[in-house]
T-cell receptor
Framework: DVKVTQSSRYLVKRTGEKVFLECVQD?????MFWYRQDPGLGLRLIYF???????EKGDIPEGYSVSREKKERFSLILESASTNQTSMYLC??????????FGPGTRLTVT | GENVEQHPSTLSVQEGDSAVIKCTYS??????FPWYKQELGKRPQLIID?????GEKKDQRIAVTLNKTAKHFSLHITETQPEDSAVYFC??????????FGAGTQVVVTP
């Protein structure tokens, strides 16, 4: 059974703080993704990675960076958190050819 | 990049009736099309998928069809039940493994 875990379910940070969100998968998946989900806006891709140290921008990369030093771990970094980054963040992983399994999500509030 | 459009945004059906959700995609290189169900407060769950070399796939009360020429794919739910109420997302997986989602359809099944 695929397991994707995220470091926190809820997080409250102050404007300007550096924020790290971590995602770990245990299925040896090549691909990993970070999405944010806001009401009425669906699932928007922030970044994805198809291999260790490889990353590609998604639709809304501004204000975010990512790190993938190990195959099983994909981190999302908010360099300087802003209130418009308050959202639900969902990590997912997949095989190169398909699948796509989500973590439980991190609800981030920036005050 | 890939653009996935999904209709309708909301769908209200009587219990026992069928529900159909339609999606289109833009990148002809996309080769894998999963569908997700997201219940309130939960992560999206993969419920069915179809690859570009297949026209139709069925799993109990749900089925997915794909028209590669027209770049359309659809989700069909028959004999709907109250537990089918959720938000459904279509997605397209391009040749790089990038997974892009439609905006979602809120399905409400009324008894």
């Amino acid at each position: 059974d695929v397991k994707v875990t995220q470091s926190s379910r809820y997080l409250v940070k102050r404007t300007g703080e550096k924020v790290f969100l971590e995602c770990v998968q245990d299925m040896d998946h090549e691909n990993m993704f970070w999405y944010r989900q806001d009401p009425g806006l669906g699932l928007r891709l922030i970044y994805f990675s198809y291999d260790v140290k490889m990353k590609e921008k998604g639709d809304i990369p501004e204000g975010y960076s990512v790190s993938r030093e190990k195959k099983e771990r994909f981190s999302l970094i908010l360099e300087s958190a802003s209130t418009n980054q308050t959202s639900m963040y969902l990590c997912a992983s997949s095989q190169r050819t398909g699948g796509g399994y989500f973590g439980p999500g991190t609800r981030l509030t920036v005050t | 990049g890939e653009n996935v459009e999904q209709h309708p945004s909301t769908l209200s059906v009587q219990e026992g009736d069928s529900a159909v959700i339609k999606c289109t995609y833009s990148d002809s290189a996309s080769n894998y099309f999963p569908w997700y169900k997201q219940e309130l407060g939960k992560r999206p769950q993969l419920i069915i998928d179809i690859r570009s070399n297949v026209g139709e796939k069925k799993d109990q009360r749900i089925a997915v069809t794909l028209n590669k020429t027209a770049k359309h794919f659809s989700l069909h739910i028959t004999e709907t039940q109250p537990e089918d109420s959720a938000v459904y997302f279509c997605a397209a997986f391009d040749s790089w493994g990038k997974l892009q989602f439609g905006a979602g359809t809120q399905v409400v099944v009324t008894p």
